[in-house]
């Protein structure tokens, strides 16, 4: 049967369907042209972790757009390395977004970094995903409405800690972390933290290490001379191999328990072998054996793409970062403007690999989740054992907290 009534003829009958052509062309009026994404990272200095990030990047771009894309269009993902450079990065994200024209702006893994482009979006009410930058300033002291963040915050991070900390009734601590936004961030959250539920606790010393520079040898013979009862460490790549190695040589570990953020992640882990430090309690991603429907199913099909290699972290945070991209221009309808966009990742839910994760509108904040757990050797390489999810929203402060913190709706 004909779309069109059939009292409609003539004259009538033409001015209808060029009317319906025009109504039905309205819908997916914006399915036009790609969706660019302008993502810059770190890529020369974190190569570990950053490698495996683009290749999750890449999976999500094509899973998205072999499905038709967003109302038809398809996404288009341009990469750019800042050189670890704050100011550099900006100057990227400029050219992206006036020669390029990206829609939207994505990544950086250094907090420094991730602040610098956040400040950038703001200025140029531009929207930004920090994909990986775990400084809490993006979400609470520095935040601004169009800053989003997607990894677990080094609040996050150190608070999942603290119970099993408290757990070990040791009483006085030693510190050691990298000596920049990331670390020190981390270092306050877990003092904090641990003060208020063991009002008794002593920090014997701290070790604060330039960021790729740390002298192991005499950090290491440091903590060993402040005779702590637990330490919490918070160094990795390349740092935390030189720690590993040189608190084990001085026994520094035996009778020592080590409390230790992102010393699970198979990046940092993998490289260690089987000096790998048995018994440290961490957070991590233990991929290997994560056993639900979701997380297998995006571990088979990032293998079916790069063959059976491990996968990072890195692998599953350049993933979700597509999809909740993905996610919040559908929201949108279509619309990859910054006030639509930050509209749409206001409440925003993503299906994920570890679950469904909310963008919370109290502070842009994702509730992606930390696992906790520890280290054990099998076929000669670290592992991660005794492991459990913790969601993120169990993590964060009290809202009340959030808002003193946040000065920003």
Same mark, same amino acid.
């Given at each position: 049967m004909s779309f069109f009534p059939l009292f409609a003829t003539g004259?009538?009958?033409?001015?209808?369907?060029?009317?319906?052509?025009a109504v039905l062309g309205a819908g997916p009026a914006w399915a036009q042209g790609t969706i660019k994404i302008g993502e810059i990272n770190s890529y020369k200095a974190q190569p570990v972790f950053l490698e495996a990030y683009k290749k999750g990047m890449h999976l999500a771009v094509d899973e998205v757009n072999a499905a038709g894309g967003i109302g038809g269009r398809k996404l288009e993902l341009v990469t750019r390395d800042d050189n670890a450079s704050p100011?550099?990065?900006?100057?990227?994200?400029?050219?992206?977004?006036?020669?390029?024209? $990206?829609?939207?702006?994505?990544?950086?893994?250094?907090?420094h970094i991730g602040l610098a482009l956040a400040d950038y979006a703001q200025q140029k009410k531009k929207f930004f995903l920090a994909s990986e930058a775990l400084t809490d300033k993006i979400t609470? !002291?520095?935040? =601004? #409405?169009?800053?989003?963040?997607l990894r677990s915050s080094t609040y996050m991070l150190s608070a999942a800690l603290v119970p099993d900390a408290?757990?070990?009734?040791?009483?006085?601590?030693?510190?050691?972390?990298?000596?920049?936004?990331?670390?020190?961030?981390?270092?306050?959250?877990?003092? %904090?933290? *641990?003060?208020?539920?063991? #009002?008794?606790?002593?920090?014997?010393?701290e070790q604060a290490a330039p960021l790729g520079k740390l002298?192991?040898?005499?950090?290491? !013979?440091?903590?060993?001379?402040?005779?702590?009862?637990?330490?919490?460490?918070?160094?990795?790549?390349?740092?935390?191999? %030189?720690?590993?190695?040189?608190?084990?040589?001085?026994?520094?570990?035996? =009778? &020592?328990?080590? $409390?230790? $953020?992102?010393? +699970?992640?198979?990046?940092?882990?993998?490289?260690?072998?089987?000096?790998?430090?048995?018994?440290? @309690?961490?957070?991590?991603?233990?991929?290997?054996?994560?056993? &639900? #429907?979701?997380?297998k199913a995006f571990v088979a099909a990032y293998?079916? %793409?790069?063959?059976?290699?491990?996968?990072?972290?890195?692998?599953?945070?350049?993933?979700?970062? @597509?999809?909740?991209?993905?996610?919040?221009?559908?929201?949108?309808?279509? %619309?990859?403007?910054?006030?639509? *966009? $930050?509209?749409?990742?206001?409440?925003l839910k993503v299906p994920t690999p570890d679950g469904t994760i909310e963008y919370r509108a109290l502070d842009h904040q994702s509730t992606l989740g930390v696992y906790v757990g520890?280290?054990?050797?099998?076929? +000669?390489?670290?592992? *991660?054992?005794?492991?459990?999810?913790?969601p993120g929203e169990t993590l964060l402060p009290p809202d009340a907290e959030v808002r003193k913190l946040r000065p920003v709706p």
């Amino acid at each position: 049967m004909s779309f069109f009534p059939l009292f409609a003829t003539g004259r009538g009958a033409r001015w209808l369907a060029a009317a319906c052509v025009a109504v039905l062309g309205a819908g997916p009026a914006w399915a036009q042209g790609t969706i660019k994404i302008g993502e810059i990272n770190s890529y020369k200095a974190q190569p570990v972790f950053l490698e495996a990030y683009k290749k999750g990047m890449h999976l999500a771009v094509d899973e998205v757009n072999a499905a038709g894309g967003i109302g038809g269009r398809k996404l288009e993902l341009v990469t750019r390395d800042d050189n670890a450079s704050p100011g550099e990065a900006v100057r990227l994200a400029d050219e992206l977004v006036s020669r390029e024209r $990206v829609d939207l702006l994505a990544g950086t893994f250094l907090s420094h970094i991730g602040l610098a482009l956040a400040d950038y979006a703001q200025q140029k009410k531009k929207f930004f995903l920090a994909s990986e930058a775990l400084t809490d300033k993006i979400t609470w !002291q520095n935040g =601004n #409405p169009y800053a989003y963040r997607l990894r677990s915050s080094t609040y996050m991070l150190s608070a999942a800690l603290v119970p099993d900390a408290i757990k070990l009734k040791k009483k006085r601590w030693a510190i050691v972390y990298p000596n920049y936004e990331y670390g020190q961030s981390a270092v306050d959250t877990f003092k %904090k933290r *641990m003060k208020e539920q063991q #009002p008794d606790i002593e920090f014997v010393t701290e070790q604060a290490a330039p960021l790729g520079k740390l002298d192991a040898g005499s950090v290491a !013979q440091a903590i060993a001379d402040a005779r702590p009862d637990a330490i919490f460490n918070v160094l990795f790549g390349p740092d935390l191999a %030189k720690f590993v190695r040189e608190g084990t040589t001085r026994g520094l570990f035996k =009778n &020592t328990p080590v $409390v230790s $953020v992102l010393t +699970g992640e198979p990046e940092y882990l993998e490289p260690l072998r089987d000096e790998a430090p048995v018994g440290w @309690i961490v957070t991590g991603y233990p991929w290997y054996s994560i056993d &639900t #429907p979701a997380h297998k199913a995006f571990v088979a099909a990032y293998q079916a %793409k790069y063959g059976k290699e491990s996968l990072r972290l890195g692998s599953v945070i350049g993933y979700d970062t @597509i999809k909740s991209l993905a996610e919040g221009v559908k929201r949108a309808g279509g %619309k990859t403007d910054a006030e639509s *966009m $930050v509209k749409a990742f206001s409440g925003l839910k993503v299906p994920t690999p570890d679950g469904t994760i909310e963008y919370r509108a109290l502070d842009h904040q994702s509730t992606l989740g930390v696992y906790v757990g520890k280290i054990a050797l099998k076929d +000669g390489k670290g592992v *991660m054992v005794d492991y459990r999810y913790l969601p993120g929203e169990t993590l964060l402060p009290p809202d009340a907290e959030v808002r003193k913190l946040r000065p920003v709706p």
